[in-house]
């Protein structure tokens, strides 16, 4: 078509044509658009991460904002925002972000407005939620037979509603291609910033970490942050024994002490343990080992050979291995995230 036009027209026709032509190969790409849904209830935090992390990007993303119902929503805090677009956004977004919302409005279908919202979207679109609003995509069975996260707290709640799907609650987030969950608050920065890599690589995501104060990674999944407090002693059972084996978790805890402490033989002190505790001594042992270490890490200047001695682990990398199988994290990682400083 090009051809004919430019044979059939006057010169300067021609020269029109050519003008557009090269225009049109040499324009820069169109900004990817990304839509962000409001929904009521929203945190007004992580409603701001997309426009945030993306909008720091030099232009390679457009970001609007848009709701179901009007443009009031309600956040959790004392405060409506006003938000431009309604629902139409979603059918031109390329990608969409849902940032979480109230846990008391949380339900285990979607309401109609909501659902006839998702179906508008394009092929392809990529679906991005954060914390709360992983219910939301596994409400309409997106998430069914796929792997997901959401806030750590909520997991329970989370399998016992929607069991097909793949959850799991120690990372902080899933990239399943056109699916993202991620899990509470600052997640929400991790998994933008994980899109920004992954659409224009680490130099750019890099360059938008810096202008928001940022890593650009961090190490490691949300069990880092999930509390495990040590129930109280009973004067039943191993109780009274697991409370001795914290008060000496620096000394050599082999399963022959522990039954004795008890006085009970060492089968039925397993049996006794794991009917109490749900799990075995050792991995038990190991779990405060590393609870302890953890907060010697946060607190202390120890070097990570002294923490693993005060902590029962036989040498710094012991307590390096059993960190991050635990955690996803080096000692060094771990007390970077963590560390305390006086003021």
């Known amino acids: 078509m090009g051809t004919s036009l430019l044979t059939s027209g006057p010169t ?25 849904l409001a929904l009521d209830g929203v945190y007004p935090f992580e409603l701001g991460i997309p426009a945030r992390v993306f909008g720091s990007a ?21 405060f409506s925002v006003t938000v431009d677009h309604g629902p139409e956004l979603l059918a031109r977004a390329d990608t969409v972000v849902i940032p979480p919302f109230d846990t008391e409005r949380i339900t285990r279908t979607p309401s109609p407005a909501l659902h006839a919202a998702l179906t508008t979207l394009r092929p392809n679109t990529r679906l991005v939620s954060i914390c709360t609003a992983a219910f939301v995509l596994a409400a309409t069975g997106l998430l069914d037979g796929r792997p997901a996260t959401t806030h750590w707290a909520l997991t329970d709640i989370f399998r016992a509603w929607y069991p097909r799907v793949d959850l799991d609650p120690d990372v902080l987030f899933v990239d399943d291609g056109d699916l993202l969950t991620s899990a509470g608050a600052a997640s929400g920065v991790d998994v933008c910033l994980h899109l920004v890599r992954r659409d224009h690589g680490s130099e750019v995501a890099n360059h938008v970490a810096r202008m928001c104060v940022v890593p ?11 509390e495990h407090p040590v129930p109280a002693p009973d004067r039943t059972g191993t109780a009274t024994t ?9 000394t050599p805890l082999s399963l022959a002490r522990l039954a004795a402490h ?11 343990f794991t009917e109490e505790v749900g799990t075995s001594p050792g991995r038990w042992l190991t779990a405060q080992r590393v609870e302890r270490a953890r907060h010697l890490l946060e607190t202390t200047d120890l070097t990570v050979d002294e923490v693993a001695s005060r902590v029962g682990f036989a040498t710094g990398a012991s307590l390096r ?20 400083t006086a003021s």
């Open 12 to 36: 300067h026709n021609g020269m029109i044509a050519i003008f557009r032509y090269d225009r049109a190969m040499s324009a820069e790409p169109r900004p990817h658009r990304v839509a962000v």
């Open 242 to 250: 697991r409370q001795w084996a914290l008060e000496h978790l620096d």
């Open 216 to 226: 650009p990674w961090r190490d490691g999944g949300q069990a880092q942050y999930i």
């Open 321 to 340: 291995q059993h960190l991050r199988t635990a955690l996803g994290v080096s000692p060094a990682a771990y007390r970077r995230t963590f560390r305390r």
């Open 58 to 78: 030099d232009g390679r993303y457009l970001v609007h904002t848009c709701a179901l119902d009007g443009p009031s929503v309600r956040t959790n805090a004392d």
């Open 262 to 272: 008890a006085r009970m033989s060492r089968r039925t002190f397993v049996r006794r």
